[in-house]
C-alpha cells in the first residue's frame, strides 16, 4: 500500500496534466475540422478547451512547486553557504504558502457562491462548480506540495545536505 501512495505522489500531476492535455488537444482538433470543413462549430468545444487550459494552468503550477520549476533568479544563491541558501528556500516558500491560503479562500468563497445558486456554464449546460472547482484544487495542491517541500527542507537543513534545488533548464 505504501509503495502506491508513492507512485501516486510521484505521478498523479503527470497524469491529471496528461489527461487534460490530450482532451484539449482532441476537441480543439475536432473542432478545427468542424470549422473548417463543415463549417461548423459548436460552443461546448469551446468550453471545454477552455476549462481543460485552466486545469492544465493550476496542476501545472503545483507540479512546478513540487519540482521547484518556477521561474527565479538564483544567481546569489551560488554565492552563499548551503545552510543559507536551504534558509532562503524555506522563507521563499513561506511566502508562497501565505499567498496560496489567501488565494485558496477567496477562491473557495467563488465555488461556494456557484454552488449555492447552481450556476451552469453556457454551453455545456454543466455546473459552474465543475470548472471553478479548478482554482481551489489548484491551490490546494500547492498548499501539500509547498508542506512537502518544507519538510524535505528542514530534513536537509537538519542533516546538513544539499537543498534540493530541482531540475535545472539550461546547464
Not at 500500500?1 to 488537444?25: G, H, P, T
Not at 544567481?75 to 548551503?82: G, K
Not at 530534513?155 to 545536505?161: A, E, M, P, V
Given at each position: 500500500?505504501?509503495?502506491?501512495?508513492?507512485?501516486?505522489?510521484?505521478?498523479?500531476?503527470?497524469?491529471?496534466?496528461?489527461?487534460?492535455?490530450?482532451?484539449?488537444?482532441?476537441?480543439?482538433?475536432?473542432?478545427?475540422?468542424?470549422?473548417?470543413?463543415?463549417?461548423?462549430?459548436?460552443?461546448?468545444?469551446?468550453?471545454?478547451?477552455?476549462?481543460?487550459?485552466?486545469?492544465?494552468?493550476?496542476?501545472?503550477?503545483?507540479?512546478?512547486?513540487?519540482?521547484?520549476?518556477?521561474?527565479?533568479?538564483?544567481?546569489?544563491?551560488?554565492?552563499?553557504?548551503?545552510?543559507?541558501?536551504?534558509?532562503?528556500?524555506?522563507?521563499?516558500?513561506?511566502?508562497?504558502?501565505?499567498?496560496?491560503?489567501?488565494?485558496?479562500?477567496?477562491?473557495?468563497?467563488?465555488?461556494?457562491?456557484?454552488?449555492?445558486?447552481?450556476?451552469?456554464?453556457?454551453?455545456?449546460?454543466?455546473?459552474?462548480?465543475?470548472?471553478?472547482?479548478?482554482?481551489?484544487?489548484?491551490?490546494?495542491l500547492i498548499i501539500f506540495r509547498l508542506i512537502?517541500?518544507?519538510?524535505?527542507?528542514?530534513?536537509?537543513?537538519?542533516?546538513?545536505?544539499?537543498?534540493?534545488?530541482?531540475?535545472?533548464?539550461?546547464?
Amino acid at each position: 500500500m505504501q509503495r502506491i501512495f508513492k507512485q501516486i505522489d510521484a505521478n498523479i500531476e503527470r497524469w491529471a496534466l496528461l489527461v487534460f492535455y490530450v482532451l484539449l488537444v482532441l476537441t480543439m482538433s475536432v473542432e478545427v475540422i468542424r470549422r473548417e470543413v463543415f463549417s461548423y462549430s459548436s460552443i461546448w468545444g469551446e468550453e471545454i478547451v477552455r476549462y481543460s487550459f485552466i486545469y492544465l494552468a493550476w496542476i501545472g503550477a503545483a507540479s512546478a512547486v513540487k519540482e521547484r520549476a518556477h521561474i527565479r533568479i538564483d544567481v546569489l544563491l551560488h554565492y552563499v553557504s548551503a545552510r543559507t541558501k536551504t534558509l532562503i528556500y524555506i522563507l521563499g516558500d513561506l511566502v508562497m504558502f501565505a499567498v496560496a491560503c489567501v488565494a485558496l479562500y477567496w477562491s473557495y468563497e467563488t465555488f461556494a457562491v456557484a454552488w449555492k445558486f447552481g450556476a451552469v456554464s453556457h454551453g455545456l449546460r454543466v455546473p459552474m462548480v465543475w470548472f471553478l472547482f479548478a482554482v481551489p484544487a489548484g491551490f490546494s495542491l500547492i498548499i501539500f506540495r509547498l508542506i512537502q517541500s518544507f519538510l524535505r527542507d528542514i530534513r536537509d537543513l537538519r542533516t546538513g545536505g544539499d537543498v534540493f534545488e530541482g531540475n535545472k533548464m539550461f546547464d
